[in-house]
């Protein structure tokens, strides 16, 4: 590819040129992308096709790819249980001018509309039909085995990267080891989730996380909508009683404390009173 950026530099796929990019995903799945529903992302773009299917393009720098490769999308397909879009094919390529790598994967369209953004200012109308699609999902995932390591915000999740952020946050005499590890999506967001049919989708990142990240992070996103956070934290709670994901729950708030906080954030006062009662928690054993 041919994009004008500086070698190593990240880009942002929202404002740089990408014609030359669909082109060659387009020949190369040999598919027509149709160019007016086209969205593009910080990382991402996408797009549907002729053929009634969807189209993710990523571009990742090469120190953002770890050991176990770069294919979440398709190793997610052969997990049990789970409500997500069919995967069908995929094209991977090196950038020709920076250390980066393109990924190109097609799978079946959304059953529905995305929910909104990651992090929601307003509650959506969700069924309880949906709340237990969402359970299901995330419980099946959880139950199931895999060698891969999540990767959230393509950091390669470690007990030594939950530790240093949270003690870079908070002080006090508690615990931050994680127990239990299981399967996650480990980008749990309200842009990941389609309603009114559930759907979950985006598993770059998915592996082998602390119990409870996802629950974790998807209350994280609610908390500007009160109504909507507590509604998580209700379904979620066999996660946020569980000892590490009251660590995990520390692990958010420190995502949204931490020294990128922004002082208009409605999220930062809830994470804080949440943040002080999960320490004592901790500290109480």
């Given amino acids: 590819m041919t994009l004008s950026v500086s070698t190593g530099q990240a880009v942002d796929l929202r404002v740089q040129p990408v014609d030359e990019v669909l082109d060659r995903v387009g020949r190369s799945l040999q598919v027509r992308l149709l160019p007016e529903t086209v969205v593009r992302k910080r990382r991402s773009v996408g797009a549907r096709t002729v053929r009634d299917t969807w189209v993710r393009i990523e571009r990742r720098l090469l120190d953002k790819i770890p050991d176990q490769g770069w294919n979440g999308t398709e190793s997610a397909a052969r997990l049990e249980g789970i409500s997500q879009p069919e995967w069908h094919g995929c094209v991977v390529w090196r950038d020709t001018n920076d250390p980066a790598m393109w ?159 922004h002082p208009e954030d409605p999220r930062l006062e809830p994470a804080r009173r949440m943040a002080a009662q999960v320490i004592k928690e901790l500290q109480a054993g």
């Fill in 103 to 261: 990924r190109a994967d097609e799978t079946a369209p959304l059953p529905a509309a995305p929910i909104g953004s990651a992090i929601l200012s307003e509650a959506p109308e969700l069924s309880d039909d949906w709340w237990e699609a969402l359970n299901s999902s995330l419980d099946a995932l959880a139950a199931q085995d895999t060698r891969r390591v999540a990767t959230p915000d393509t950091e390669t999740i470690t007990q030594t990267l939950v530790t240093e952020c949270i003690r870079s946050v908070f002080s006090g005499d508690f615990d931050t080891t994680i127990k239990q590890w299981v399967p996650a999506h480990a980008d749990l967001n309200w842009a990941n989730m389609t309603a009114p049919t559930f759907s979950l989708f985006d598993w770059e990142d998915w592996g082998s996380a602390p119990l409870g990240l996802d629950s974790a992070s998807l209350w994280a996103s609610s908390l500007a909508v009160p109504a909507l956070a507590d509604r998580v934290l209700h379904e979620r709670r066999s996660d946020f009683e569980s000892r590490d994901g009251k660590v995990m729950t520390l692990f958010a708030c420190s995502k949204i404390l931490g020294p990128y906080a």
